[in-house]
């Protein structure tokens, strides 16, 4: 029983299994929502900062470009310090100087265009006004030899010409690297009045060091053009100053990309624009160029304080990113699309969601194997209590019928005599009640027989107590043997006497029977004092009253001893019936 209550107590496991799976879910759905916020705003900013790194290195290359261009101004301005304008070289030089110059017929000097050839050869323009003399013809010449080593200095791409202004004869030389540039100058054009030019003046530069014009529009070029100017010394005298031009479009489209298809995923350069709010060059911006900045992106001009080189503003959902660039008094702008940055997010997330779904998916397998096992760990805990619950079932049976065998036997034992085996006088006395009962019922006869040892007491004085036990032993098996009915049965009353309940009999039955059992004691020759041993009886029988109660049946008990008397004083070893 208690086997079985443990059973019952067991939880339904399947319901448990569901709502620990169900939890696992929920929790898990709950924590992915959190965990993709909080992945989302960090990848937004991720995102962000690698923009922001990205146009940090731009600048970076920008300015390692303009430096560039001014360690090369630097060399160009110490080449014609060593300039000499005598001598054969000067002579061979001036005719050079010829064959790449002609007057036309205006009175000007113009070069033989047909003759450059851009990165190799160079050429020279000079205005009408220019004086002629031999000297400044051989010295514009070696110039133009050592100019020609010089524009390697530069790249290509960016530069648009080199030229030297001496003071000297105050002629302009150029060394253009794109010849379309001397095509489409205009001989009138005095660039003396420029920007670039004025920095030339001794006073405006005493020591001598680059320096850089600000972003200038030149009508001719239709360009915008940036200037990297030097002044020159000759025989330790103030000689003149030499420069790059620079085409800020080339510059910038160059190093910062505008225009350009980049592997960038969100930012695009909109434009670069001037410190007082002039569009200078335009990238992804449709505005006009020279224009003016647009309202919404005036807050670029006032940049947040702090040393940021770049610094990034929100524009609604997206954001600008603002680049300094200090050198051309300037700054470019950048547009980050938020859409761009939402779709960059949305891709990094699905994966993370294939990833999650992938772990939730292994998490749910697993508890469904742990819950497998379980069940059929249960299960087979449930059927070894099922087998040990019958196995003691069967001990309980097995010691069941063990105790009714033992208490059968113990009912045996109080019912029997100890020493002779047949019934004792209790059981005889029980037996007698029923027999009678029965017989009364059935109006049927019954007998009874009381049976005595003659002269006992003298056998047991001649062979012993022992011996005399055994005597009565014999006796009492002869009697045994001697019924032959089943009902019929012998009983030890008491000492050396016996009573036989004959049911179903009447006196003559009794008497036929009883008459057998002594010649039987007799027959059977046990050795006696007075020759063999010896048994009286006495008999009584009747039909007992419908009336009578079972004490009635004592007084028929009492006649058979009286008859049994009565055997002894007429002489023993017969029986006598009433
Ligand atoms: P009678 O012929 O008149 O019966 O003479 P008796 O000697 O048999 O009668 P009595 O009643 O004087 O003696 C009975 C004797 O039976 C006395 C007793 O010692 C003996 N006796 C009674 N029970 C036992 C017993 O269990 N074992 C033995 N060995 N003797 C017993
Ligand atoms: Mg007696
Ligand atoms: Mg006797």
Not at 434 to 446: C, G, K, L, S
């Amino acid at each position: 029983m208690r086997i079985l209550s443990r059973l019952s107590r067991l939880p339904a496991l399947p319901v448990q299994a569901l709502l620990l799976g169900g939890a696992v879910l929920a929790m898990g759905a709950l924590s992915s929502w959190q965990l993709q916020r909080h992945l989302s705003e960090q990848l937004m900013q991720q995102a962000l900062s690698a923009e922001q790194l990205q146009v940090q290195a731009d600048v970076a290359q920008f300015n390692e470009a303009l430096s560039e261009a001014e360690r090369s101004v630097v060399r160009l301005s110490a080449l014609m310090a060593d300039i000499t304008t005598t001598g054969p070289q000067a002579r061979q030089a001036a005719a050079r100087f010829d064959q790449l110059v002609r007057r036309d017929a205006d009175g000007a000097w113009r070069s033989r265009v047909e003759t450059f050839r851009p990165g190799q050869s160079a050429g020279l323009w000079l205005p009408a006004s220019a004086a002629r003399t031999e000297a400044s013809r051989a010295f514009f010449a070696q110039a133009q030899t050592t100019v020609s080593l010089f524009g390697l200095g530069v790249s290509s791409g960016i530069l648009e010409n080199t030229w030297v202004l001496p003071l000297s004869g105050g002629e302009l030389i150029f060394w253009p690297a794109k010849p379309t540039f001397i095509r489409d100058a205009s001989a009138d054009l005095d660039y003396r009045s420029t920007d670039w030019v004025q920095l030339t003046a001794p006073a405006v530069n005493p020591a001598g060091t680059p320096r850089w014009t600000r972003p200038t529009y030149d009508p001719a070029a239709r360009e915008w053009l940036l200037s990297v100017v030097a002044p020159f010394r000759q025989s330790g005298q103030w000689a003149g100053s030499v420069g790059h031009d620079l085409l800020l479009r080339d510059l910038l489209r160059w190093l910062i990309r505008l225009d350009q298809q980049t592997d960038r995923l969100t930012a695009r350069a909109l434009y670069v624009v001037s410190a007082d709010g002039h569009l200078l060059v335009q990238g992804a911006s449709t505005a006009r160029e020279g224009a003016r900045l647009p309202a919404s992106h005036r807050r670029v001009l006032a940049p947040p304080p702090g040393q940021a080189e770049v610094f990034s503003l929100e524009l609604g959902a997206d954001h600008l990113l603002v680049a300094r660039l200090p050198r051309l008094n300037a700054i470019a702008v950048y547009k980050v699309d938020g859409s761009a940055i939402q779709a960059l997010v949305g891709r990094e997330l699905r994966a993370l969601h294939l990833g999650v779904a992938l772990f939730m998916g292994l998490l749910l397998l697993l508890g469904l194997l742990l819950v497998s096992r379980e069940i059929s760990f249960r299960r087979r805990e449930q059927r070894s209590l099922e087998q040990r619950n019958r196995d003691l079932e069967l001990q309980v049976q097995a010691r069941t019928q063990e105790l009714a065998a033992a208490n059968q036997e113990l009912s045996q034992l109080a019912a029997q005599d100890a020493l002779t085996g047949v019934g004792n006088r209790r059981s005889f006395e029980q037996a007698l009640a029923q027999a009678w009962a029965n017989r009364r019922r059935r109006q049927e006869p019954i007998a009874l027989v009381m049976v005595d040892v003659d002269h006992f007491k003298q056998y047991n004085d001649s062979f012993g107590h022992p011996a005399g036990d055994d005597c009565l032993r014999q006796v009492a098996a002869l009697l045994q043997a001697g019924l032959h009915r089943p009902e019929d049965r012998v009983f030890r009353y008491g000492g050396e006497e016996f009573v036989l309940l004959l049911t179903t009999t009447d006196v003559n039955g009794a008497v036929h029977c009883s008459e057998q059992l002594r010649r039987a004691v007799e027959a059977r020759a046990l050795p006696h004092p007075h020759g063999v041993v010896t048994i009286s009886l006495g008999v009584a029988s009747t039909i007992p009253d419908r009336r009578s109660s079972d004490g009635e049946a004592m007084q028929l008990l009492a006649r058979a001893d009286g008859a049994l008397y009565r055997a002894k004083e007429e002489g023993r070893n017969r029986l006598v019936a009433v």
